[in-house]
């Protein structure tokens, strides 16, 4: 079973800064690797898919990085509407999702 | 527009069972793999099952291996989710999600998402 661990659980940033989300997997996923935001009340929503291609509709502040185990969700210049909890999601072994960071907006 | 709209959720005492539908609309149902995904009260998401488009091939997480089963019937455009030997750690909303086929053929990434029905299991 392949363990995703996100980091920070709790990320606290002012309208207009940078967030800059991570995940680690206990092993390779190559890139097979997604991002998501959940938004309190509404269903989860696809923001990153492959680790670094951004999903239909996402915003341009929204980007993903990274490959193998080390992987970032950035989002530049963020916005009150980002107030959400992002998941990573790997479909190299299975179809886990990491614990989940909750961004917090001051 | 796609919608998924979960339904069949409410109370039910340990041990028994439990139907989940998914009524799915603004798409070609019978192309897309389904999924079920899970939130328990104040935890995280947890992928559960995924079929395919032609319930050909079926993959489920251990925790429900054996206890839920995951079907669907292309004719009516439903998902649906046979939920036995239900326990208080069933205790969810319980999500559907259409997969993104990205790329085309292959299964892993959900690109719409239900509402969510809520299950819980309590004497």
């Known amino acids: 079973e392949i363990v995703l661990t996100q980091s920070p659980a709790t990320l606290s940033v002012s309208p207009g800064e940078r967030a800059t989300l991570s995940c680690r997997a206990s092993?390779?996923?190559?890139?097979?690797f997604a991002w998501y935001q959940h938004r309190p009340g509404q269903a989860p929503r696809l923001l990153i898919y492959d680790a670094s291609n951004r999903a239909t509709g996402i915003p341009a502040r929204f980007s993903g990085s990274g490959s193998g185990t080390d992987f970032t969700l950035t989002i530049t210049s963020v916005e009150p509407e980002d107030l959400a909890v992002y998941y990573c999601q790997q479909r190299y072994n299975g179809y886990g999702f990491g614990q989940g960071t909750k961004l917090e907006i001051k | 527009q796609v919608q998924l709209v979960e339904s069949g959720g409410g109370v039910v005492q340990p041990g028994r069972s439990l139907r989940l539908s998914c009524a799915a609309s603004?798409?070609?149902?019978?192309?897309?793999?389904m999924q079920w995904v899970r939130q328990a009260p104040g935890k995280g998401l947890e992928w559960l099952v995924v079929i395919s488009y032609d319930s050909s091939n079926k993959y489920y997480a251990d925790s429900v291996k054996g206890r839920f089963t995951i079907s669907r019937d292309n004719s009516k455009n439903t998902l649906y989710l046979q939920m036995n030997s239900l326990t208080a750690e069933d205790t969810a909303l319980y999500y559907c999600?259409?997969?993104?086929?990205?790329?085309?053929?292959?299964?892993?990434?959900?690109?719409?998402w239900g509402q969510g029905a809520l299950v819980t299991v309590s004497s």
């Open positions: 092993q390779s996923v190559n890139n097979y």
């Open positions: 603004g798409f070609t149902f019978r192309e897309y793999a």
């Open positions: 999600a259409r997969d993104a086929a990205i790329p085309p053929g292959t299964i892993g990434y959900f690109d719409y």
